[in-house]
């Protein structure tokens, strides 16, 4: 059981669909992710509405001081996600064109709070993952084993991290 600091009473701070400014370019460019390389694109264009997901809908799940909620961890979610999200109070499948929301269905991928992920998790209904989308402060709320079990793109990540242990093995060598 992950023990996030999600109190359940589906406080607006923690809703998904959140608007604020945009960070700067270098802000995205410098983040990383539960991996510790550059943070990848979650996705720039949900569900073809032209709208890209993320706190800044910036096609990343960067975060800043803003984003109370941590739109960190970029998932694919499912009918039975978007089902559990609403009866929990998160209802995500509701466009809010005024946040630039598109509103999502089965398949569309997302950034999701990583206490609402952690929620999710907890009581059985979590979304698969993307580990290079899903940004490094993640970590905070979640053990990166267990996002490694939802991983969607596992096996790539498993081979970036054992190249990157080989690359730390030869430095380390050299020093």
């Not at 997901?53 to 961890?73: A, I, L, M």
């Not at 999710?120 to 940004?135: E, F, R, S, V």
């Not at 970036?160 to 242990?165: A, D, G, I, M, Q």
Request: proline fraction near 3%.
């Amino acid at each position: 059981r992950i023990h996030a600091a999600y109190d359940g009473d589906g406080d607006s701070e923690l809703d998904d669909d959140d608007e604020e400014e945009l960070p700067s370019t270098t802000a995205t460019e410098m983040a990383s992710n539960v991996l510790g390389t550059p943070l990848e694109c979650c996705c720039s264009n949900v569900g073809d509405s032209g709208i890209g997901t993320g706190f800044y809908r910036n096609g990343y799940c960067s975060t800043g001081e803003q984003d109370v909620g941590r739109h960190t961890v970029c998932c694919q979610v499912t009918a039975d996600f978007l089902a559990y999200s609403k009866k929990v109070g998160n209802d995500l499948s509701t466009p809010l064109l005024e946040y630039y929301f598109p509103g999502l269905q089965e398949g569309d991928i997302w950034c999701l709070c990583a206490q609402r992920w952690a929620q999710a998790y907890n009581d059985g209904m979590a979304p698969k993952i993307y580990l290079q989308a899903t940004h490094e402060k993640t970590l905070e709320y979640v053990p990166f084993e267990i996002l490694r079990e939802y991983a969607i793109d596992k096996d790539e990540a498993d081979d970036r991290l054992e190249k990157l242990n080989e690359m730390r093995d030869k430095l380390n060598k050299l020093l």
